[in-house]
Every structure is written in C-alpha cells, then in structure tokens.
C-alpha cells in the first residue's frame, strides 16, 4: 500500500496494483479500475516514486525470504 493526502490534509493508504491512471490538471487525481477517483495531494511524479518505492520493497522482501529445503512456491497446483 502507499501512502497519499487528500486535499483536507487526511492521508490514507491505497493498493497501487488497483490504480488505472493518474491524472494531473492540476491537481493529482488517482483513477482507480473500478472508476473510484481521489484527488491527493502529492504531485504525479511523486505517487510514480511512491509506487515504484513500494514495488522495490515487496522485491526485497520476497528475495529475503529463507528458502526451505524441498519446498517450492507454485500457483498451479501439481497434478495428482
């Protein structure tokens, strides 16, 4: 999730994977899939920086994670 202000000043946080486009003219508009709009604060190239910021830390996370002997991700199950 990232974190952006509304216009009033309150913040809250938004799932950057669900956001369509981003609009500025002149405010930053946030344009979700579902068509949901939130006009923030931030500028365009600042919520670019907070995604780009936010995907980089769920890859370090993930590349930190141990490795168990045996044990494999998968989202196909094996065939029985």
């Known amino acids: 999730m990232?974190?952006?202000?509304?216009?009033?000043?309150?913040?809250?946080a938004v799932n950057p994977d669900l956001i369509?486009?981003?609009?500025?003219n002149p405010d930053t508009t946030l344009v979700m899939i579902e068509g949901?709009?939130?006009v923030v604060r931030?500028?365009?190239l600042d919520v670019i920086d907070l995604i780009a910021r936010y995907k980089a830390h769920v890859l370090?996370?993930?590349?930190?994670?141990?490795v168990v002997e045996g044990?494999?991700?998968?989202?196909?199950p094996d065939p029985e």
Do not use: D, K
Request: hydrophobic share 40%; proline share 3%.
């Open 2 to 12: 990232i974190v952006v202000t509304r216009l009033n000043g309150s913040r809250f």
């Open 20 to 24: 369509e486009r981003i609009q500025e």
């Open 36 to 38: 949901t709009t939130y």
């Open 42 to 44: 931030e500028s365009l």
């Open 60 to 66: 370090a996370t993930a590349r930190a994670l141990p």
């Open 71 to 76: 044990q494999h991700l998968t989202v196909v």
